[in-house]
């Protein structure tokens, strides 16, 4: 008995190996129009096993693309799309860069520092004062978030003098940050203790 792990391995399992037979034995096909028949019916049962691919786009030359891999680039057939070279599918895609962007308080997050320095960057108005408020309170609510510690208020406009580079200077009691126990959501905080309940009818 042959077993499938001493025969030839799949170049793409997902079709199985009979898809693979029917490809090999079309490549050795000599009439060239019973050749591009056989394709067409083997694309069609190449479609059959993968009802996943309708919902991608080209799905028919993603099809094709498929049989041309099957068959080692050899098949000399008139395809309504043109064969893919090896190369073309061994190519790495490009190396996306990643923003390298230092951060001296990296609990704060990238951007919170970003709406901090364009904060720093705008002229003084209402809506100014209105975004530095707003990020006051988000950068309380980030610390907390990360650490069990407490944070002061006059820290935090440190912070935001530092990250902007001087720009943004918050006087003392100018802006409201929450209190922790507003900021802090109530299921990590400790629960109060329940009364006891002594009944007043005592004998």
Not at 124 to 143: D, F, G, P, V
Request: glycine share 4%.
């Amino acid at each position: 008995m042959e077993y499938n792990t001493s025969r030839k391995k799949l170049v793409l399992p997902e079709y199985g190996r009979h898809v693979h037979l029917m490809v090999q034995y079309a490549v050795h096909i000599k009439n060239r129009e019973e050749r591009n028949a056989a394709v067409r019916n083997i694309i069609g049962v190449m479609g059959n096993l993968q009802p996943h691919l309708r919902d991608i786009p080209d799905f028919k030359h993603k099809l094709w693309d498929h049989l041309f891999i099957i068959s080692g680039f050899k098949l000399d057939i008139d395809a309504p799309y043109p064969m893919p070279s090896p190369e073309e599918l061994e190519e790495r895609p490009a190396t996306v860069p990643y923003p390298q962007i230092h951060i001296r308080q990296r609990h704060y997050g990238r951007i919170l520092v970003e709406m901090i320095r364009e904060a720093g960057r705008m002229e003084a108005s209402e809506a100014r004062n209105m975004l530095i408020q707003l990020i006051a309170c988000q950068m309380k609510k980030t610390y907390l978030a990360w650490n069990r510690s407490e944070i002061a208020n006059e820290q935090i406009m440190q912070d935001i003098w530092d990250i902007s580079d001087g720009k943004i200077s918050v006087e003392p009691g100018s802006i409201r940050l929450p209190d922790t126990v507003e900021t802090v959501p109530y299921s990590n905080n400790p629960k109060p203790k329940k009364r006891r309940l002594v009944s007043s009818n005592r004998k």
